[in-house]
């Protein structure tokens, strides 16, 4: 079993969570991506989202909430993707930058654009009350 692990931060804006699309991709990602070297969680968070989301991410509002676990999108079966996923405030107003094509916002409802770990969280997300 080979697992890809990545870090993803979940924000949530009027029970809606914000959710990315890389250029030439048709299916939704929470923001976020694999660690560099020997970055720490926090260390990778804040790099890609700075990168993605031409956003500064607040350190001290850096809080775990979850790890999810599925087969990864668009890979051979048996390659799954391991999420630890942070919540975080950030400075300035989140735009696609780099591979990121377009940033919106989604509800439950909306679960099926994204990727089956991104599916298991909206569902996480729900069940807590925190998503419409």
Known sequence: MKLIDKVALIYLKDRKVLMTLSKGKDTYYLPGGKREGSET????????????????????????????EAQAHGKAEGILVRMTCYTAEFEGEARPANEIAEVCWFSHEDKERSSAVDQIIFDDLKEKGLLD
Request: glycine share 8%; net charge negative; aromatic share 8%.
């Open 41 to 68: 969680d926090e260390e990778t968070l804040i790099r890609e989202i700075g990168e993605e989301l031409c956003v500064r991410i607040l350190p001290e509002t850096i809080k775990p909430y979850g790890v999810f």
